[in-house]
Structures are given as C-alpha cells and as structure tokens.
C-alpha cells in the first residue's frame, strides 16, 4: 500500500512531498517506511478506543463531568474519527503516485474480500460453538457476503472507493489546477465550514467521506506547495484548538443539565481531518526500517475486522469490559488503556495465523481467480 512519495502534477511538474516511502534493501526488495506502518497501528488502535466507548453498554454520557470523562469523549471517542481519517490519508496518499485502473482496483476488492470473507467466516464459527448469546441468524446470514451486506463499513465504503478510484483519479486530473482547486475550496465549504454548525449538512461514515478527503489531499499533493513542518504543526494545532474549545462548550451545556457529546469530533468534521491529514504528514517526514513494526502493522486491519464485529462488540464492550465496572476502578484509565493493547495484541497474533494459512494456501498464487475472471470476461467483451 506504501507506494513512492513523489507524484506528478496535471502540468508535467515533479514535486516532492515529504520523505520517501521506501527505499530498497540490500536484496532489491521494497522497504516500508516503518513511521507510515507505525502511524497506521496507532490508527487502529485510535479506532479500537473509540469503538470501547462508542459501542460500550454504558454510555459515557451517564459519568460524572470530571477528566476522566472528558478523556473518554474528546480523547478516545473523538480520537477514533482522526484515527479514521489517518488510516485512509495512508491509502489515498500513496495511490495518487501511480496510474489507477479498473482491473487493479477491483483486483484490491477481491483481495480484501478474502480477508473479510475469512474472518466474517471465523466469527460465525466461534460465536455458534461459544457465545450464540450474543449471535443471531440474520449476522450469520450477513457474514457469508460481508462486502455487500455491509457487515462492516469501512470495508464495504472502501471497496465503492476502490471501484469508483480510476474515474475519479483521471477526472481530478482532467479538471487541472485551477477547477481541482476551486473543487476542493468548494467542498471544504459544503462539509468544511458548515461542520463545524450543529444540524448543519454534514457526512455520515460512508463513501463519501472518502472522495471528500481523497479530493483534498490529491489537490495538496498535485497542486499545492507543501507545507512546512511549522505550517502542519499550525494546522493540526488549530484543529486540536477547535476540539478543546467544543469540548468546553459541551461541559458548560452538562452543567445547565445538556448531556450531549463533543460536537466537533464527528465524522468527516474539518478538524478532524486537519489533526488527522497533519499527523500523517508529520509521520512522512521521518524514515525508518523496522521489521517488527512493519510486521505488526500488517494486521491492523484485521484488529478492526475482528474486534467491529457485531457479536463482537456484544462480547467485548457491553459483557467482558463494561465500563460501568471499570471506570470507578483505580488507575481507570491506564487500565482500560492496558486492556485495548492486551486485545490488540491477540488480534494481531490471531492474524498472524491467518497470514499463514493463506500463505500456505491462497497467497502462492494471489489473485489467480481474479485474473481467470478478468480474462475469461474481457473474452466475452471483445468475441
């Protein structure tokens, strides 16, 4: 996914955007940038705190206003929509580099459908042997077609990303600088600005989150200078302003008896995306190589597909970790901290051995069937 750090713009122009993705090793082979990798595991670690409290069985609303609330709400559920952004801005940076076609993208689809495939697969298993409490027949209906059936949604967006990626990328560049630029000043306005206005139009988590941030980031790359290291440090630190400031609001609102969430850390919010863009340009500044991280950040993914998992979020956040019994607990936070990273850390091992297995069976000639398909149709076509 870590593809070259240089791209060209509509005009011919070679620009250079931070450091290098990759280098080569000793053997000719590719090295990832292991900042990137570690950026994408703190990510999903982001994500997996949110889900804690976004899917928990008590709401958070129901604590008294105090920090650790507020470390809940601003930090670890509000931290979870940057960790969104993040995750994708690693994608959307590193496809801006190459040409996009239709056969690759939905080559990426297939692919990841095997991924998503196995685990929904896995999941129905260990819930019908173990905890059917927590699984019903319409889950498992779901799970044996987990990317149309939307069983999770970030998968399900991406893929319509993936799909709909080589006619937007070429229809991006078609508009040239000034209309790609005008196009992201135009959004920036639809969902930026009015983001930050209470029942104002806004987005949800679904595709269109994803071309929204896609055509602010492929204007900067393409078409912008890039901005110094002070300049994203400034623009992530206005971001993290805007949240401080929301979150003052919302303890005022709780004191005259409004219990409500922090407005500003929704979905798709513009500083959201400046914290969340600002942070992956920091991390693309420094190179390094490390194999365990680069490892460990293979199955980020995976921690996502197990642990959102409807049965999952059952098991997890309402029975095993409640947070009604784990807020009043001493070091409350350090501890609920300590239990995401035990559960990452068993995901990960988990993939692991799902890495293996397909290693072992499905990746010695990976997308194989895809390619029959491809061929077989593209016969059909042209007979």
């Known amino acids: 996914m870590v593809e070259s750090s240089q791209s060209t713009g509509t005009n011919g122009a070679h620009i250079k955007h931070g450091m290098p993705a990759h280098s080569r090793n000793s053997n000719g082979g590719v090295q990832r940038n292991s900042s990137i990798e570690l950026l994408r595991i703190i990510a999903m670690f982001m994500i997996l705190a949110h889900h804690f409290i976004v899917h928990n069985g008590y709401d958070v609303l129901k604590l008294p206003l105090g920090p650790e609330r507020i470390f809940f709400q601003l930090v670890m559920a509000g931290g979870g929509k940057v960790g969104v952004v993040i995750f994708f801005s690693i994608s959307a940076w590193f496809f801006l580099d190459k040409e996009q076609t239709i056969k690759s993208n939905l080559k990426r689809v297939w692919i990841m459908e095997r991924e998503l495939l196995f685990w929904s697969l896995t999941l129905v298993a260990f819930y019908l042997v173990f905890d059917r409490a927590d699984f ?30 080589p006619f937007l990328s070429k229809g991006l560049k078609a508009l040239g600088r000034e209309y790609h630029l005008a196009l992201a000043a135009t959004v920036l306005v639809i969902w930026g600005l009015t983001s930050f206005i209470p029942g104002a139009q806004s987005l949800t988590d679904n595709v269109f989150g994803f071309i ?3 055509i602010l980031i492929s204007a900067y790359k ?5 901005f110094t290291t002070k300049q994203v440090w400034l623009i992530a630190g206005i971001g993290l302003g805007f949240f401080l400031l929301y979150t003052a609001a919302s303890a005022t609102l709780s004191l ?16 959201v995306i400046m914290v969340g863009f600002g942070m992956f340009l920091l991390f693309d500044r420094v190179t390094f190589h490390s194999r ?13 597909l197990i642990t959102d998992y409807a049965a999952s979020e059952k098991l997890l956040w309402t029975r095993l970790f409640n947070l009604q019994d784990l807020y009043q607990q001493p070091f409350a936070i350090l501890r609920i901290l300590g239990i995401l990273l035990a559960i990452y850390v068993v995901c990960t091992l988990l993939d692991f051995i799902r890495q ?28």
């Open 356 to 383: 293996a297995l397909f290693a072992a069976a499905l990746d010695r000639r990976r997308g194989r069937w895809f390619e029959l398909l491809w061929n077989k149709a593209s016969s059909w076509t042209t007979a």
């Open 222 to 226: 393409w078409h912008m200078m890039p």
């Open 256 to 271: 005259l008896g409004h219990d409500m969430g922090i407005f500003i850390t929704g979905s798709w919010k513009l500083p």
């Open 136 to 165: 019903g027949m319409k889950l498992m209906a779901k799970s044996f077609t987990p990317l149309s059936m939307n069983v999770w949604w970030y998968a399900t967006a991406y893929a319509i990303f993936l799909a709909l990626l």
């Open 292 to 304: 365990v991280i680069n490892r460990i950040a293979q199955s980020a993914f995976a921690v996502y």
């Open 212 to 214: 929204y941030v896609f």
